[in-house]
């Protein structure tokens, strides 16, 4: 190019073509058609451009924008395009021109396209646009938000003069469902990068659950990232070796089977791919404790399953757990009811079949395998996501148990000594002190001759507040596990004021060892039994012991491998960590983290 030629490059115009290159590459917005001229309305409102009712852009030549700020104009008119804010019966007041723009705004920002060019409010309005005019136009528009379109002090979205002789000579056209297009082939191109495919393969055909997964993907926020990072695995043959009626999911590879004889539908299809990935996403099946691994996975079929019929989302297939009158249970709750009736166990299938989890503890071997991909963080953060875009959005209504555990996922556990710490908070009573005159305080120096109250308390604080301890005395138990429990035991009671604590032996009878000072009981236990564990006299013991509070609560310290305990107070579990009870435990179970672990 000749130094000539490149004197006449207009470098504004330069600019305007690299933001066009910009939304090229986006997808949703490639192949966009301007007009490049000047337009003496826009320089009069100072304004960018603005796109007429028929939907032609028209852009301000003289604008000096950077390219990210001409993809974020132009992207703009082309939302107001596809979102019907062209149609003839739209309104055209100046608060529903804003309201719009805001829409506009709002969409741009969460698709984190291109750069505003100009000052818009950190938090911009949320609510359905009509929603927003009505309130404006009683209220009057926002300051801030005077100048939120593309066309200066003006509406971006102009309407044409009408002629009485003749009409314009131009068709409307449906830019809605154009652009409902583009987001079809985004959220195609986007599955195909997923599963590996070049983009615009012949060769490959999009099967029902192939199609399922780009609903997903494209307008169902709360799940579309999980699905477009889970991969599918359509093998008739992999699925009769290890018998799959319909699908299971393996977290670990982040893969779901399914088996393309099952002749669901594209709605039941979403319904089972949303079942699994919920599945892994919730770690159900890390989940399992020592309950039964089936029975567990059965539970947590009810729950899920409740939850996606009330998200409607897909179609729920034929013989597929669901039972309305659990609904809003947890999963530990549903399992606690099909524990008691096993009978009716054996008649319950999962979406792997009768008495086969469809949550599998190992991937499956087939083609070329990947390793582990880490899915566990990964699940938390799209869920999170998800969950954050969903509620923003208003794109529907979520039950409240599923967001309770996407919430918990986000936050992990407190660890045991802080669970301890809250339990000792909330049932163990703390002597009430006051001050009195009786014992007066030492004078501060300042004001010598002033005496002040000193804090005092009742004399029968040690029997009045204190709880129990019943220990496991076992060869089984560990003594570091012994020394983390006692001296969190002995930390907490201590700084609750209550200075000694009841403490009962367990092997193959209880030994009472009285009123122990909680400072020192860490030290002064001396393991005693050495038999087998034997817990309920002890607890037996405690319970119709004449100087124990009725209501004191006891903490119960095993390594799990004991009988099972009925327990009519308040009561909490401290266990090794990895150990398991014998029993559905009524009350909490702390955890220990033991240092040589």
């Avoid at 030549?61 to 939302?79: F, I, M, N, Q, Y």
């Avoid at 309407?159 to 000579?169: F, K, N, T």
């Avoid at 594209?266 to 989940?287: K, T, Y």
């Avoid at 050495?530 to 009725?550: I, M």
Wanted: hydrophobic residues 40%.
């Amino acid at each position: 190019m000749s130094k000539a030629t490149a004197k006449k490059t207009d470098p504004r115009e330069e600019a305007f073509r690299r933001g066009l290159g910009l939304l090229d590459a986006h997808g949703l917005f490639r192949g966009i058609s301007t007009q490049w001229t000047e337009s003496p309305r826009l320089a009069q409102s100072r304004g960018f451009a603005d796109v007429d009712e028929f939907g032609t852009i028209t852009c301000h030549r003289s604008a000096s924008l950077d390219p990210d700020e001409w993809a974020w104009v132009v992207a703009h008119l082309c939302l107001h395009r596809a979102l019907g804010h062209l149609r003839p019966d739209h309104p055209r007041d100046a608060a529903q021109a804003v309201a719009d723009c805001v829409e506009v705004a709002r969409f741009l920002r969460e698709a984190k396209l291109g750069h505003e060019p100009f000052l818009l409010p950190a938090e911009l309005p949320r609510g359905d646009g009509r929603m927003l005019a009505e309130r404006w136009r009683l209220e009057g528009i926002p300051a801030e938000l005077t100048q939120v379109g593309t066309a200066g002090f003006v509406p971006d979205v102009r309407v044409l003069p009408r002629r009485d002789d003749a009409g314009d000579p131009r068709d409307p056209y449906d830019w809605e469902a154009d652009f409902a297009v583009r987001v079809a082939q985004a959220a195609a191109a986007a599955v195909d990068a997923a599963a590996g495919a070049a983009p615009g393969d012949p060769k490959r055909r999009r099967t029902r659950w192939e199609l399922a997964r780009g609903w997903f993907v494209s307008s169902y926020p709360l799940l579309g990232g999980l699905a477009a990072h889970f991969t599918l695995v359509a093998d008739e043959q992999l699925c009769r070796a290890w018998d799959i009626s319909v699908a299971a999911v393996n977290a670990t590879r982040a893969e779901i089977y399914l088996n393309p004889t099952a002749g669901l539908s594209e709605l039941g299809w979403r319904f089972v791919l949303a079942h699994e990935m919920l599945h892994a996403a919730l770690r159900h099946g890390d989940r399992v404790g020592g309950r039964d691994p089936y029975l567990w996975n059965v539970a947590c079929d009810f729950v899920v399953n409740g939850w996606l019929v009330e998200m409607r989302v897909g179609e729920l297939p034929d013989g597929v757990l669901y039972d309305p009158a659990l609904a809003g249970l947890s999963a530990e709750a549903v399992y606690d009811q099909l524990a008691g009736d096993l009978r009716r166990l054996r008649k319950l299938a999962t979406l792997r079949g009768r008495g086969l989890g469809d949550v599998l503890g190992e991937p499956l071997p087939h083609g070329d395998a990947v390793g582990a991909v880490g899915l566990d963080e990964y699940c938390r953060r799209a869920l999170a996501t998800g969950l954050a875009y969903h509620e923003s959005s208003e794109r529907g209504w979520l039950p409240a148990g599923l967001v309770d555990e996407i919430r918990a996922l986000d936050h992990p556990p407190l660890p045991w000594d802080a669970q301890l710490a809250q339990w000792f908070e909330e049932y163990v009573r703390m002597p009430e002190r006051h001050r009195s005159y009786a014992r007066p305080s030492r004078r501060q120096a300042a004001t010598a001759g002033i005496p002040r109250a000193g804090w005092h308390r009742p004399e029968e604080a040690v029997p009045r507040y204190t709880f129990g301890v019943v220990l496991d005395t076992s060869m089984s138990m560990r003594p570091v596990v012994l020394g983390y429990a006692l001296g969190a035991i002995a930390s907490y009671a201590t700084a609750r004021d209550v200075t000694r604590a009841r403490v009962v032996f367990c092997d193959a009878a209880p030994y009472d060892a009285g009123y122990l000072d909680v400072e020192t009981i860490a030290g002064r236990v001396a393991v005693r039994g050495r038999g087998g564990t034997l817990l309920q006299p002890g607890v037996d013991f405690l319970e119709r012991a004449d100087d124990f509070p009725t209501d004191a609560p006891i903490l119960i310290i095993t390594d799990g491998e004991c009988d099972v305990l009925r327990v009519r107070r308040e009561h909490a579990y401290l266990i090794p960590e990895g150990a398991t009870l014998p029993f559905t435990a009524r009350g909490p179970v702390f955890r220990v983290v033991a240092a040589d672990r």
